[in-house]
């Protein structure tokens, strides 16, 4: 049972270059999101998904694109790579989902580390 | 505007010692607070999670405890262990906010020999 499995660990990108960050679990998790976490801060909500087919945005949204096509997968997509993007990305799951108090328990994976040159 | 706080930022302990680190939320209507385990380089783990009716939960050396009257919460760790040295992250939902918790900084424990 490999958890939640993030690629690539460390990633150097130059400003306007795109990339995608791969998140994938194997615990049949319906719930999937993404957090960016930078020193002195608390982890921020980018996107999140409640299951296949569905994203929303979370507080960081600007410059990130999602999309849910299958239960396993989250990929985290960077249109246009710019300085503020460097970053400790996490991805992170969890078995069940509520409307009114969102996601339980989460899982996480071990993060990416991306800077932006 | 959802907050949580947490104190102190960091601190430094011997090994053996116990320590409480503190939070304190204004995150309403209160759902769940959950305590996460950060190691340097690794992504949070979760240690306890408490919904309203809870006052104290334990996990091992890690013991929670929850004053949602004055929405307060509490994680103490008892007889430290180097491997206790990490980041612990305090985290809240809301009862509206959908699918989004509000993250606390962290507090940054450093425990030594």
């Known amino acids: 049972n490999a958890g939640v499995t993030q690629t690539p660990k460390f990633q150097v990108l130059k400003t306007g270059q795109s990339m995608t960050l791969q998140c994938a679990q194997d615990?049949?998790?319906?719930?999937m999101s993404w957090y960016r976490q930078d020193p002195g801060m608390g982890l921020r909500l980018i996107h999140y998904?409640?299951?296949?087919?569905?994203?929303d945005q979370g507080e960081v949204p600007n410059g990130y694109n999602v999309s849910r096509s299958t239960t396993e997968d989250f990929p985290l997509r960077l249109l246009s790579a710019a300085p503020s993007q460097t970053s400790v990305y996490f991805c992170?799951?969890?078995?069940?989902?509520?409307?009114?108090?969102?996601?339980?328990?989460?899982?996480f994976g071990a993060g990416s580390r991306l800077t932006v040159l | 505007k959802n907050q949580v706080e947490q104190s102190p930022q960091s601190l430094i302990i011997l090994e053996g010692k116990n320590c409480t680190l503190q939070?304190?939320?204004?995150?309403?209507?209160?759902?769940?607070l959950r305590w996460y385990k950060q190691d340097t380089g690794r992504g949070p783990v979760s240690l306890t999670i408490?919904?309203?009716?809870?006052n104290t939960k334990s996990n091992g050396r890690y013991t929670a405890t929850l004053d949602a009257d004055t929405k307060q919460s509490s994680l103490h760790i008892t007889a430290s262990q180097l491997s206790d040295s990490a980041s612990y992250i305090c985290?809240?939902?809301?009862?509206?906010?959908?699918?989004?918790?509000?993250f606390g900084d962290g507090t940054t424990l450093t425990v030594k020999p």
């Open positions: 408490m919904t309203f009716s809870e």
């Open positions: 615990m049949n998790h319906e719930y």
């Open positions: 992170a799951s969890s078995y069940s989902y509520n409307s009114r108090s969102g996601a339980n328990v989460l899982t």
């Open positions: 998904s409640v299951g296949a087919g569905i994203t």
């Open positions: 985290v809240v939902s809301a009862n509206t906010n959908a699918g989004k918790s509000t």
């Open positions: 939070c304190n939320y204004t995150v309403s209507p209160f759902s769940n």
